[in-house]
């Protein structure tokens, strides 16, 4: 997001924590100011934004900790894709006859070198795949948090308009 739209992402976080303390003090004053009718008016549009900037809250810290996750995957993939492309390249300078043994648990397996070369190239091809996915997964999430920032802006100029 740019910093020349009227309303950048820091803005409206802002804007949400200022408008929650207010709402919180607010509601945490005694009843004697309640009395007047503008303030009873107020009240049920103050606890729904009440209500929204909370679940936009939870909202934003449980997308945060799954994009971090799949940050995580998607290194580990990348390292594992890497990992299996430099193996496969060193295989691929070896002769033909060369004895390769695949590591399995404590123990090595005797394996042909187009048996292994396969192996390696599927590697690659599924953390390829699951990295794609992960993006995908990171679009959406991010997506979903923009679409609940802009109903509570939407709310905000609405109640703005009043």
Same mark, same amino acid.
């Given at each position: 997001m740019s910093h020349s739209a009227p309303f950048s992402t820091v803005h409206i976080k802002e804007t949400v924590l200022l408008h929650m303390r207010s709402v919180y003090q607010w509601s945490s004053r005694t009843c004697a100011v309640c009395i007047s009718s503008s303030v009873k008016m107020a009240a049920p549009v103050d606890l729904e934004l009440k209500k929204a900037f909370t679940e936009l809250q939870v909202k934003m810290v449980d997308t945060q900790q799954k994009v971090k996750l799949a940050n995580l995957q998607i290194d580990q993939l990348t390292r594992?894709?890497?990992?299996?492309?430099?193996?496969?390249?060193?295989?691929?300078?070896?002769? #033909? @006859?060369? %004895?390769?043994?695949?590591?399995?648990? /404590?123990?090595?397996?005797?394996?042909?070198?187009?048996?292994?070369?396969?192996?390696?190239?599927?590697k690659q091809k599924t953390a390829d795949e699951k990295i794609r996915e992960l993006e995908q997964k990171k679009l959406y999430l991010e997506r979903s948090v923009?679409?609940?920032? #802009? @109903?509570? %802006?939407?709310?905000?100029?609405?109640? /703005?308009?009043?």
């Open positions: 594992v894709q890497k990992h299996a492309k430099l193996t496969h390249a060193e295989i691929t300078t070896l002769p #033909d @006859n060369t %004895r390769l043994y695949e590591g399995v648990g /404590r123990m090595f397996i005797l394996q042909s070198k187009e048996e292994i070369s396969n192996q390696l190239t599927d923009k679409e609940a920032e #802009d @109903n509570i %802006r939407e709310m905000l100029l609405s109640r /703005r308009a009043q």
